[in-house]
């Protein structure tokens, strides 16, 4: 072969050699930015265009024991480009008088925390909530029980929110949301820590009022007066998360111990003119351990 032909051919090589790399490092980016199977970006099973529903009936719900498919949701999705973390289903701990939802930094595609969210199956409306927990220590931590619905069920954004906000765990966070239309932050002052201790928080949602409730003390009342209360039925809901930079001023700097958890020892509804039974009838402070 002639030293053109040789030169030629080595030309030919190294043009395919960097060819096959630039293949090779298109297949590896794509696979770092598409989400593995098991953790896809959708929305949990059932939303969508608004179904026929009947609302659930009332319940409560000591937590202990495993996970019953037919009455809960583990959430195990996330949603691109938003605030909220990927949430985890393996980030929910089954113990023997309780549920445990962790929080982690862990990345999954664009997300670098994930969280832990347990839905009650179907759909609930006016009537009486209770929660029995002990929220998650940290800055950045979100532990929370509210009922939500949204435009993924056919339905406006209305939702009724009990939070306990990491930068400061003395207080409890209620707000509401109508139509899309947010009330905003309201305040509550515990006395208490509320990582640190096992107490019950509960709201009462009527038509045209909302009730909060710390233990059996009535802490905050809304009416129309400070903005239309919520009329659509939704999901019942608890979550821990952590949000991102437009979060921090509400939660505070992302902190966290990571592995840090949330324990829900109970939770209730019971519809408007039931007379079941709820946490409140068993629940005492002092026997759960702190």
Known sequence: MTRTGTVRTFEVWRISLFALIAILVLVGLAALVTPPPEQAAR????????????LATSFVHHFGGPHDETKWYR???????????????????????RIELEMRRERTADKTIAGAEYQRRGFHHFGRYEVVMQAAPGSGTVSAMFTHTHRQFGDPHDEIDIEFLGKDLTRLHANYFTNGQQHGSIYIPLGFDASREVHLYAFEWEPDEIRWYVDERLAHTATPADMPIPQSPGRLMVHLWSGGRDQVGWHGRATFRDGTRARVY????????DRTAQCSDTFKASRHGH
Request: net charge negative.
């Open 266 to 273: 109970c939770l209730s509804h019971q519809a408007a003119g």
């Open 75 to 97: 959430s195990d999705f996330y949603y691109p480009n938003s605030d909220h973390p990927a949430w985890k289903a393996n980030l929910i701990h089954f113990e023997k008088d």
């Open 43 to 54: 929305p949990p099973e059932g939303m969508g265009e608004r179904p026929e529903r009947r």
